[in-house]
């Protein structure tokens, strides 16, 4: 897909006429960045529950990523923990990890971090950027309900898989939410 214009034909017949008619329609694409530590656990799976969120919704113009604010990890996939949650859940990741760079703080309209230690740094960052940059800088866990622990722990360190499945429902929910308020934007 391209990044703001696409040019579609349709095909119309009537009786034994058929005409071709050329349009261009305008899209412009949203883009949402998701950052973790590692790039292996939360945000990998985050961008997977969006991507199955953009394909169910039909929101053709919205793109989504994710990358770690380390590079500890870059070229690998997503912890295989995190691929077992999301194939239990249907879904599924084939991103490699990628570490954040300055050029995604101009690329991307929305960067969501998981956690306070990743809004401190996406904002660190941000900040001594320069032009500045447009996007803005959530935390993913804001559209959680108010009563709901906003922090999207890192279940990295855990054993067993009820951290990640305690993150994945956070993410889950957190990600439909925000679909469900901005999905009309789109």
Same mark, same amino acid.
């Given at each position: ?19 071709? !008619? ?46 770690? @604010?380390?590079?500890? =990890? ?64 959530? @935390? @993913?866990?804001?559209?959680? =309900?108010?009563?709901?622990?906003? !922090? ?35």
């Amino acid at each position: 897909m391209c990044r703001h214009a696409s040019v579609c034909a349709l095909l119309l017949r009537s009786g034994e006429k058929e005409s071709r !008619i050329e349009y261009s329609i305008s899209l412009s694409i949203v883009q949402f960045l998701f950052v973790c530590l590692g790039n292996t656990c939360r945000s990998p799976m985050a961008e997977a529950v969006l991507k199955d969120l953009i394909n169910k919704k039909q929101l053709l113009n919205w793109h989504t990523d994710s990358a770690g @604010l380390r590079d500890w =990890n870059v070229g690998m996939q997503a912890q295989g923990r995190a691929q077992t949650l999301l194939h239990q859940q249907g879904l599924k990741t084939d991103h490699i990890t990628r570490a954040i760079t300055v050029e995604d703080f101009y690329n991307f309209d929305i960067i969501f971090g998981m956690d306070d230690n990743n809004m401190t740094e996406l904002r660190l960052i941000d900040e001594q950027l320069e032009p500045p940059a447009k996007c803005q800088i959530k @935390l @993913l866990g804001s559209y959680l =309900n108010p009563e709901q622990d906003q !922090i999207i722990r890192d279940p990295y360190f855990t054993k067993g898989m009820a951290s990640f499945y305690t993150a994945y429902m956070q993410i889950k929910e957190s990600c439909e939410r925000f679909v469900e308020l901005h999905r009309d934007a789109a």
